[in-house]
């Protein structure tokens, strides 16, 4: 199977494209924002680690069966590191319950390398949801006179 290109882009253009492809559930684009490591690893919420292309591409399979995911990053936070770009983002999921559309918060790391493709995935590991926004606890430098 051929795989979905991306431009060398920015790691900020990778997520977009992850996100993008989680809320059109499109598996090929998907997994064209991941790197072509052997040990890329994702853990879902409570789920395993899963280890490796295979492992990822049927978990993401098997939750496109349900739909697409209406995920959407907010809050983004990020440590940039030469190759290496790990962003710490708040995800607002939309979700269809028996009340109707509701929302939840899932706090997730994303990790990018700078690979010969460009900017891919190479880890993303996402708590379990909250129905509450979660709190950004910040600590407060302290003023020097």
Same mark, same amino acid.
């Given at each position: ?67 697409? @995911?209406? /995920? ?5 936070? #990020?440590?940039? &590191?030469? +190759?290496? $770009?790990?962003? %710490?983002?708040? !995800? ?18 994303? @990790?990018? /390398? ?5 900017? #891919?995935?190479? &880890?993303? +590991?996402? $708590?379990?949801? %909250?129905?509450? !926004? ?12």
């Amino acid at each position: 199977m051929r795989k979905t290109k991306l431009p060398w882009g920015s790691p900020d253009d990778t997520e977009q494209a992850f996100y993008d492809a989680l809320q059109q559930a499109d598996i090929d684009r998907l997994m064209a924002c991941w790197a072509d490591e052997d040990d890329i690893v994702c853990v879902h919420p409570g789920g395993p680690r899963l280890v490796g292309h295979a492992a990822v591409r049927a978990a993401f399979d098997a939750m496109f069966a349900n739909g697409s @995911v209406q /995920a959407h990053p907010e809050k983004v936070r #990020r440590l940039d &590191a030469g +190759h290496c $770009s790990v962003h %710490s983002v708040v !995800e607002r999921v939309a979700l269809m319950s028996d009340d109707g559309l509701q929302q939840a918060w899932v706090v997730a790391t994303n @990790v990018y /390398a700078k690979t010969a493709q460009g900017w #891919r995935m190479v &880890a993303h +590991h996402a $708590s379990p949801g %909250s129905r509450t !926004e979660p709190v950004e606890v910040l600590t407060a430098q302290p003023v020097l006179h």
